[in-house]
């Protein structure tokens, strides 16, 4: 499953420049797929949705830091826990009960996004 960052969100930003995935952002920062990961132009994700990787996308939260559930494996085939989690000053890093995945899927995810 993914992690979701919580509304006590206190804005530090700790958990960003530990994502191996850059699936973390700034609130009312654009992302895109291709951001920290080997994915360009055209692709179709793991989950069936077709994608432009280059594509600008519109922020998750305009207030506080968000995670794309898209790009997000918890670490797997990283580290042993989400990072996000393990710097987060106040544990509002925690798991999205509205993005179940298995481990399998989660390190599928991991190696399309990152094949090099």
């Not at 960052?5 to 960003?16: F, L």
């Not at 699936?23 to 797929?33: K, S």
């Not at 920290?36 to 179709?44: C, P, Q, R, Y």
């Not at 069936?48 to 085939?77: F, H, L, M, R, W």
Request: with cysteine.
């Amino acid at each position: 499953m993914a992690i979701i960052i919580t509304d006590e969100c206190i804005n530090c930003g700790a958990c960003e420049p530990e994502c191996p995935n850059t699936a973390i952002y700034e609130g009312a920062d654009d992302w895109r797929y291709a951001d920290g990961t080997d994915l360009s132009g055209n692709v179709v994700l793991p989950n069936g949705k077709a994608v432009n990787a280059e594509e600008v996308q519109e922020p998750v939260s305009d207030e506080i830091y968000y995670i794309v559930p898209d790009k997000c494996t918890e670490c797997k085939g990283f580290h042993e826990e989400p990072q996000c989690a393990a710097v987060c000053p106040v544990d509002c890093c925690v798991p999205d009960d509205d993005h179940v995945e298995s481990e399998e899927t989660l390190l599928a995810k991991q190696a399309f996004m990152h094949h090099d």
